[in-house]
Structure formats: C-alpha cells, structure tokens
Nanobody
Framework: VQLQASGGGLVQAGGSLGLSCAAS????????MGWFRQAPGNEREFVAA????????AYADSVKGRFTIARDNAKNTVYLQMNSLKPEDTAVYYC????????????????????WGQGTQVTVSS
C-alpha cells in the first residue's frame, strides 16, 4: 500500500490544522493506521492510531483531548484533526499502515507498522 500525507502548514499557537493520508489499495479497512511525528533532533514518536473498523483509537498523552484521529474507509483516507496547537507540536507528521487480521486492532508501537507515508511538515508559531 502507498500512503500520501497532506495538510501540513504553518499555524499560530492555539490554532487548528487537519491532516489527511490517502492510501492506495482495495482493502483499506484491513489496515490499522497511525500517525507519528518527528521533530528535529528527536526520535519519531507515536501520536494517534485507529483500528481498521474505526471503532478503536489511541492517543499519546501529549495530544489527548486536542487531536482526533478518524478514517473514511470508502475514501481510503485517515485524518488527524489537530486543535489547540502548541509550539511543541511542531514536527514532520507521518502516517503509517499495517495489514492486520482483526479490524479492532490498534497499534501504538512504531515498529508495528510496515508502510509509511512521506511526511508533512507542521509548524506552530508562538
């Protein structure tokens, strides 16, 4: 599967941005999806994840209550709505996918994913 992330940009602190990740392939609902981010000098870290069915989600503590992950399996797309953005949210954001057997599986671990998008830059100014 190929992943194409979009929607990044520059926003002031307190603002909002929405990211999208479009996937190729015919059985999108068979893939658990996740969003990760990497700031300069830092390791890539977990942001949010969603099960194939969309019924299960998980969030990093740092974004809980501010970010929302969702998916539209008819459009082969996963979304990340980011509200109340902070300068520390500045990073390149990556979407990731893994084929799973249970559509309720939610993957938080970076190593659990084997397909990655190219990343999209999010910059939050103070």
């Amino acid at each position: 599967v190929q992943l194409q992330a979009s929607g990044g940009g520059l926003v002031q602190a307190g603002g909002s941005l929405g990211l999208s990740c479009a996937a190729s392939g015919r059985i999108f609902s068979a893939y658990a999806m996740g969003w990760f981010r990497q700031a300069p000098g830092n390791e890539r870290e977990f942001v949010a994840a969603i099960s194939g069915s969309g019924s299960g989600t998980a969030y990093a503590d740092s974004v809980k209550g501010r970010f929302t992950i969702a998916r539209d399996n008819a459009k082969n797309t996963v979304y990340l709505q980011m509200n109340s953005l902070k300068p520390e949210d500045t990073a390149v954001y990556y979407c990731a996918a893994r084929r799973v057997y249970a559509d309720s599986t939610v993957l938080r671990d970076l190593s659990g994913y084997n397909y990655w998008g190219q990343g999209t830059q999010v910059t939050v100014s103070s």
